[in-house]
């Protein structure tokens, strides 16, 4: 472990007001990490997508919704997991406890829970489930509950074909789920220290607007562009005036503040500054609105004197938002003025990914909050196109393999991070499966 | 004025609720992408400059409640903020560089 002999060259201003760590560097500073270039073989290898599925997506905790889905006895809706080939049912049984099952029926295999298209997500509400095929019937807990001439079968015990049931936890309101015969951390380890001190209250931003992308890239190179502030001044540099600004231009953009917590990890800004410029610095439709691509300008109702507990992490002054990135494949973005964006990035192959986007706010108690909204979420999918377009061409360029070993900047910390993570899963799978 | 698509003092946006007024993000996304510059920048040209006055009139309506003639203002009010876009940044109506990627809003608030 040499230290790397070149040292960042931060301009002064910037070396003042974004300190790094006294190693020098966040890279550094993270006794896990190098500053070697990188390879993106997990990323274009599908061999590397074989064991990523087995020793990442079935060992860790996976978010697959919010409590307020469930909202009643028997609320229930469907889950589809395309990188395991599986689909769960999630459910609030009768004892209000959230359970999930694979969405199969244990007589035939036929898929439990759809409606008129077999690979589309459901919702809704029931006592039981049916099977389309022969009518086998399960209860909210999977219990097997009907056989349709019962007699017919040989030495059947109804107990013996409950509905094969996953790991399921929730924290704040967040639906996990694991798929390993027996997790190795309960939810709340797993998550570790920096992601529980979260104390936000969720259970108030119920006004949900939902986004979903099927995008032809590995899901971590369209991750890594959702956890660095190193692209936007120049990719999506025309779109807003704030970023056109020569600081960003000329200057890039440094991020206040980086943590890793385990495998978790998370990066903070100071955010847009939305309607805090002059005018000249918004489009017209952000001056209407007071809104942009930071949300509403104006904060929400649960915004208080004090940030709620585990946010701002840092304790940085001028504190914009938290991207906080958990391990594997789910984010929450707070923002300052009162609301969060979950993403998730489900792989379904090597090379492609469906990408979910998520926003919630309190209740609009008006027509000018609701339309501070919905310019808020419109401007999200402006930018997230560019991203898509964009990472579609990064995986084709990596796909070339012509150029094999990448340099990651500090302020691409949180992506390098992310391919150590994995490739440490994966390295400590190939190992216990060697001792077997 | 009983069967009036608009309160009486956005009368002269009617000509615009027919192929405005659209009731979900990615019908508003198709439309946009199915439209000319010259047809979204008459829609911004007429709409823009009334959002203001919309706004204050929309606000003194209970949201969870609005008479129909408001909600179709509202709409054309949430077709607005899709077509600003191509208006004030893209001059036209797909974002560049975005190739075959498709990212749709699925669930949305209704009104």
Redesign the interface.
Known sequence: MTKNPKNLKIPKQAARQYPKPPEGSWTEHCPELDTDPISYENSISPEFFELEREAVFKRAWLNVGRVEQLRRKGSFFTKEIPGLKTSLIIVRGKDDKIRAFHNVCRHRGNKLVWNDHPAEEVSGTCRQFACKYHGWTYDLEGKLNFILQEGEFFGIDKADYPLVSVHCDVWKGFIFVNFAEQPEKSLDEFLGPMITAIDYPFEKLT??????????SNWKIFHDAFQEFYHPPILHG??NPVMRQADYKDQGFYTSHFQVDGPHRVGSTSGGAGGKLIPEFY???EQ??RSGLFGPWDPSEIVGDELPAGLNPGNKDNWGLDSFQIFPNFAIVFWETGWYLTYHYWPVAHDRLL?EANAYFTP?????E??AQ??G??TI??Y???D???L??TQMGLESRVVTSFPLGDQEFMCRHLNKMINNWVDDYKRSRAEG | MADALLPPEFSALEPFVEDWCLDSEPERYAKRLSSSMDEIQEFYDATMPRAEEAIQYLDKLPLDDLPEDAFRLLKLLYSLILMSFPVEIWKQPYIPDTGTAEFALKIEPVP
């Open positions: 006004q949900r607007y939902y986004y979903r992308g099927d995008i032809r025309h779109q489009n017209p439709i209407v609105m990408f609009p108690r008006n027509v000018r609701r339309l919905q310019l979420i419109a999918k402006e997230a196109l560019e898509c377009g964009t579609e061409a």
